[in-house]
Nanobody
Framework: QVELVESGGGLVQAGGSLRLSCVVY????????MDWYRQAPGNERELVAI???????NYGDFVKGRFTIARDNARSTVYLQMNDLKPEDTAVYYC????????????WGQGTQVTVSS
């Protein structure tokens, strides 16, 4: 059984920062590909950032250097540092875990709300 628990969301003014955390319980975190996704009302879920077991990262085009994804294998945790937040970043943010050796399998967290006021 694998469980993902996100935290760190909240209400912030435009230009502010938040750091999201996602703890993965169960199995070998270090071998997971970890993603952050987001979904705003009426929109499809979109990829925000991805980090491989080796630490390689990639970001959605809209991030434009404002967000940083990182992982701490000792704590089984992936982070998303978000700076210079904009109202259009308002969404529910989800983390996803996929085992590198079984990439079709995916586990999702329950999501954490991020609201950016103008």
């Amino acid at each position: 059984q694998v469980e993902l628990v996100e935290s760190g969301g909240g209400l912030v003014q435009a230009g502010g920062s938040l750091r999201l955390s996602c703890v993965v319980y169960g199995n070998t975190f270090s071998m997971y590909v970890m993603d952050w996704y987001r979904q705003a009302p009426g929109n499809e879920r979109e990829l925000v950032a991805i980090i491989s077991p080796g630490g390689s990262t990639n970001y959605g085009d809209f991030v434009k250097g404002r967000f940083t994804i990182a992982r701490d294998n000792a704590r089984s945790t992936v982070y998303l540092q978000m700076n210079d937040l904009k109202p259009e970043d308002t969404a529910v943010y989800y983390c996803r875990a996929r085992p590198l050796m079984n990439i079709e399998t995916e586990y999702w967290g329950q999501g954490t709300q991020v609201t950016v006021s103008s």
